[in-house]
């Protein structure tokens, strides 16, 4: 069984209102089948787990659902879970217990944090990804300029900016043979590894097709952002054979993890379901920098992708506003299987990118004594 | 330009916030770039529209994207006008204007509201469409007798319910032959046309594919939830030739559309936004019934189906809980150019399915003085 659990405002009727629910999000009706049918489709059927009052205002309940009412992909479970009921007036997605049966047709990430941490020999502290800027209009000489300083500072990754669409003066093939051509010069005079993971965009045919030619042509990784574009488009990519790391961006999904009462918790949708969809590396707002998420949220999203689970741990990204000021409270609180996310601090560094880039590399060796 | 206009708690600052997001999510930094290079880059910078307080507690501004900032896709539009800040706090996103040079990229309905009326001959009422319910389970000759008792009942349309996806015992392509089948029937003997519209689930590849097979074998009407899959999925749809109607469920949009202050207003992500990707009919609750969206925003949502725009308008299906007793309420608020669309209130008809089609259909028929 799917178990999903919910936060409603109390009430007396919440037994009736759950029982209600555990029916109609499964088989529609059940009091009016015959019972020689009952007996068949008792499988299909939902049932309510548990009713509970957790304080003066707020109850909790849960529904169990069969596994073989929900398809294996994202859209069908939180169709089923939290499709209708998501306009049910205030109501919260808490919780979603998934059970193997359920999990095993999921690729997961391709490479996960096992598998980023051996191909980039980084064992001993976060990775350090560094975040383009001010990429709109910015032509290929700029692009490779401010490319190879980022990698001359010393970082492990460098992704594009999210909301870089417009790239007819950088276009991405272009980019990603400068990405290639630096990285492999990178790679001979210092031995240290990376990527680059261009901006995958456009509609769910053009980023499959998109992904397919840019890994022909070099590409070692991609961001995409999937709650606009739907988790699922991760699974496709992991079927159609992309093996590069895929990082998720969180654009998008804020008022849908909004707080209380409605929407879903924050460890369900930014934790649970991309890892299980097949992101490798999963951005998040963290409890510092310039978005703020509440720190036990944070905290539950980020137990999400390292907890146990049939597939890989992914590499947990509590980003927005990070600056070296703020790596040792991110170390102390998140450990070290995370990726030190930055743009601002590296690009609005005074004495440039390079030296912003080197700043938040030596800052972490040092909190984590690699210096 | 594309304008965005947002709400947040009002503070004085906010001139300031402003110009910071306009700076921030498009040419990344103004100040530190060359004069020379910002003549250039001018094109690719946002603008603040206007910062204005609406009350003691809100404040409201607007942002003018440039066009070529944005791909024309859904997911692009989403990423930049509501990505990042989707998660900055208390921010909502209320209005949305959208230029013809953005929107001529776009498909549209392939049919909507015009060329449905067209086509089904139905000029002086509302659509009448029927869901089918309990069909987790159903074998095929439940799904046929159900399907004949919906016909005989003189709906228009028939959709399947959107959380079937266990579909073993009643297959896709052998529902679409019975439907097939059946309509064409009643095609002969009655000259009502009609459609069934079975649920398209899947990954975005399984769907694209899906829907190629599924119209070969006679398919004419699909039902897709686009806030799951991601709203470009109808544009990819529209793009490989799929021409049957296209009913958008709301399942899962209801965290990112509730109540202020996070979030989008459902005028955008339920009335705008489908209607350009390309649905022909598009499901949201109404302010009665099961689901009771406040009024004013139902009314809203609808008005964006039927303005002025140059894609064609699009069938607006106030739903959930929708019984004989509303038709009256439901015409006079929202007119005729709708789809009366309605499970529960059928199947759960005393004297069977057919009977609760039957009333539906001569409800509406009454109400619009055709009995």
Redesign the interface.
Known sequence: MITATYEVPWSEHLMERAESIAIG?????WD??HPLRQK??R??RGEVGFVTQVSAEVGRFSIHYPV????P????L???V????????A??LVGLDLPAEFTQHFPGPALGLPGLRAKFGVHHRPFVMSIF?????ARLDEFTEAFEQQLAGGVDWIKD???F??DDNAPLFERIQVARKLLDERLERTGQKGFYAPNL??????I?GTARAAVEQGADGFLV?PY???L??L??LR??GIEVPIIA???????????HP???APDILLGQLPRLAGADIVLF?SPYG????NRNLALAVHQRHIEPSRVPEVVSGPS?GIHAGLIAQLIEDFGYDIVVNAG?AI??HPHGTEAGARVLMDTVREVCHEL
Chains 1, 2 share one sequence.
């Open positions: 999000m499964t088989i529609g009706a009016d089948v068949e489709l499988a299909f073989q009412n929900i398809k992909t994202i859209g069908s939180l169709t089923v939290f499709g209708k009921l998501s306009l049910d007036g109501i919260r800027k001010r990429e709109n209009g900016d999210e909301i669409f417009h965009v456009g509609t769910p045919k053009e499959l952002s606009v574009v739907g699922d488009i699974i496709d079927r159609e961006h969180p654009a998008f999904v804020g008022g849908t993890i909004a707080p409605y929407g879903i707002p310039s978005l703020g998420m927005a601002s690009h609005g």
